[in-house]
């Protein structure tokens, strides 16, 4: 089992940014991918950002690929995600998520972390 814990989210002014992070404990070896989604209130869980643990191969939402940016310490098996420009339609619990294969990066994660608020007030 992978155990994924979040953290970094809180509220932010609109314009401004956050760094998220998510640390892996566990069978961190059988990690292939990491990502990031989010799930606003009444709208779908949707795919923000993943990065592949081979070869740093790094994917992204097309509506957030301008303002955000994955990237990895792979000595403390952390993923980040900085969002920068944050937007009010930016609010939403974004969650970690990893993958023993690296492919598909966008779905079909195996494990999940609890999601960390991000709310950007206007």
């Known amino acids: 089992q992978v155990q994924l814990v979040e953290s970094g989210g809180g509220l932010v002014q609109a314009g401004g940014s956050l760094r998220l992070s998510c640390a892996a404990s566990?069978?961190?070896?059988?990690?292939?991918?990491m990502g990031w989604f989010r799930q606003a209130p009444g709208k779908e869980r949707e795919f923000v950002a993943a990065?592949?643990?081979?070869?740093?191969?790094?994917y992204y939402a097309d509506s957030m690929k301008e303002r955000v940016t994955i990237f990895r310490d792979n000595a403390k098996n952390t993923v980040y995600l900085q969002m920068n420009s944050l937007k009010p339609e930016d609010t939403a619990v974004y969650y970690c998520?990893?993958?023993?294969?690296?492919?598909?990066?966008?779905?079909?994660?195996?494990?999940w972390g609890q999601g960390t608020q991000v709310t950007v007030s206007s």
């Open positions: 566990g069978r961190t070896f059988s990690i292939s991918a």
């Open positions: 998520a990893a993958k023993r294969e690296p492919a598909p990066p966008t779905r079909e994660y195996n494990y």
């Open positions: 990065i592949r643990w081979g070869d740093i191969i790094t």
